[in-house]
């Protein structure tokens, strides 16, 4: 039996508020999600990283709200490329902080976070083991030419030609027939990395592990291998390949917490799962006619992109047989930077010196009586900011905007502006606006200019790498 306890972050792609059972949804099947909610805790009060994928990663694994981290951006237009901002190496993750007291730790799927010519390569962050994408763009095609194990580029010659900007066909079987493989088997990248996180378990089994399992479903391009029991369905293609994508998914689940069980983990495993940003629609993410069978967006206004409640609310389970009690519902506020003390606690490891995050250990255990709260949580996103305090949602599109307060639960819509009714709110949103913000000279403060942002750039030696295509 282990002394520390396991710990596995399992994060989807632009999943949708309501596209899990356990969330409401009734279209599409995901029995093992809905089982470690039954068998744990449901969140209905979790706030990712940021309202879109790379900076909401970088708040995960440093345990700091957008004000602080890294990474704010997915990328920045500079000199002439596109500058996607990386971790640096002063930059402390969990990773490394569970890798120091005796974890064993890996990541499957989509960092996000650097390549090749940059710092902060998963390897230089704390993680013994990488298979997938470093390149978040790259994540959009699910039968790629090559993934990334450690430092090492992967091959995948029987992709080579598909182009997951085109539609593929699917046969009288429901299989895709995706086009323009060169060969006869395609590899379906969420397979692979799935199948080698489950290698990875069976060969740590000895030893405590943080397993951060990166899932790209369902992100766009949407492409899945069959559609399974969507295959017959009177909806539109991309209606049945979104459903069985994550139906796939929570397959993939399943077939985790049956190895843990196998092994005799289960009961020393805590797994979180979550998704990395609010509702997502249109672009590379997710077609805007999904909701129109599915109804899954929530009762939030916004979406990926923006900083209303939509696009950073999410769904969040926590399963631990034993620890914590079965079929639990929380509406305690917490956000992704809060997973770092969470984990360290778990693990008995040190806290780093900058850290914005609180432990929900307490709340996970059912001592919610010892549960610290934050006076606020704050974002950031281009000139976007916006903050949790209390009750009160206070979002400002730009620094020369007016503030907007919304009371979070009572108007998740956001229809009645009170910040007629709310100076104080309004007022402390003003110094929490200032204060929670430090510049980064790898993405533009908010209401900054170009040009001041560029001088900063300059001053600090940032270097343009133009990695779009790795």
């Known amino acids: 039996m282990n002394q520390k306890p ?25 029995p093992n999600i809905d089982r470690l909610a039954a068998e744990g805790i449901r969140f209905t009060n979790c706030y ?24 704010r951006n997915n990328m920045v237009w500079f000199e002439g490329g596109y500058y996607r901002p990386c971790l640096t190496p002063e930059d402390v993750t969990v990773a490394q902080l569970l890798r ?3 974890y064993a730790t890996g990541i499957f799927g989509k960092w996000g976070l650097s390549v090749p010519g940059q710092p902060g390569l998963p390897n230089d ?3 013994d083991e990488f298979f997938g994408y470093l390149n978040q763009r790259h994540a959009h095609n699910y039968y790629p030419p090559f993934l990334y194990h450690n430092r090492q580029k992967v091959e995948i010659p029987d992709n080579y030609g598909h182009d997951h900007k085109k539609p593929n066909e699917y046969d009288e079987l429901g299989r895709i027939i995706p086009n323009g493989c060169a060969g006869p088997n395609p590899k379906y990248s969420f397979d692979l990395y799935a199948e080698r996180s489950l290698d990875f378990v069976r060969r740590n089994a000895c030893k405590p592990f943080f397993l951060y399992l990166a899932y790209t479903i369902p992100h766009g391009a949407h492409e899945v291998p069959d559609l399974g029991e969507y295959k017959d369905k009177p909806w539109p293609l991309i209606h049945r390949v979104y459903a069985a994508m994550i139906t796939r998914m929570d397959t993939a689940i399943g077939k985790l917490i049956d190895l843990l069980k ?7 495993t805590a797994i979180f799962f979550t998704t990395d940003n609010g509702y997502s629609v249109g672009g590379a993410a997710t077609d805007p006619s999904l909701d129109e069978i599915f109804h899954h967006k929530g009762p939030f206004k916004g979406e990926k992109g923006n900083l209303y409640q939509g696009g950073v609310r999410v769904p969040a389970i926590a399963w631990w047989p034993g620890r914590i009690a079965a079929g639990r519902v929380s509406n305690q506020p917490w956000a992704f930077w809060d997973f770092l003390p969470t984990a360290a606690e778990i693990a008995g490891a040190p806290l780093p010196e900058k850290c914005d995050g609180l ?48 009371d979070a639960e009572q108007d998740p819509a956001h229809q009645h502006n009170l910040a007629p009714e709310k100076p104080d709110v309004v007022r402390d949103a003003n110094i929490i606006f200032a204060e929670a913000h430090s510049p980064n000279p790898q993405s533009p403060s908010p209401g900054e200019s170009y040009e001041k942002w560029m001088e900063r750039c300059r001053e600090a030696g940032l270097q343009i790498v133009n990695n779009v295509d790795w």
């Open 6 to 30: 396991n710990i596995i972050w399992i994060m989807a792609d632009d999943l949708s508020w309501g596209d899990l059972g356990c969330f409401g949804q009734e279209l599409i099947s995901t």
């Open 48 to 71: 990712s990283g940021s309202t879109v994928c790379a900076p909401s990663r970088s708040c995960l694994m440093q345990g700091l709200h957008t004000g602080h981290a890294s990474v």
């Open 100 to 102: 120091d007291v005796g």
């Open 125 to 127: 962050k704390g993680f």
């Open 262 to 268: 196998e092994l005799g983990l289960d009961k020393s």
């Open 359 to 406: 432990s929900i250990l307490p709340t996970l255990l059912g001592r919610e009586q010892e549960q610290q709260q934050h006076d606020y949580f704050y974002w950031e996103f281009g000139n976007q900011q916006a903050a949790r305090i209390g009750p009160w949602w206070v979002y400002r599109p730009h620094p020369e905007s007016p503030m907007e307060v919304y």
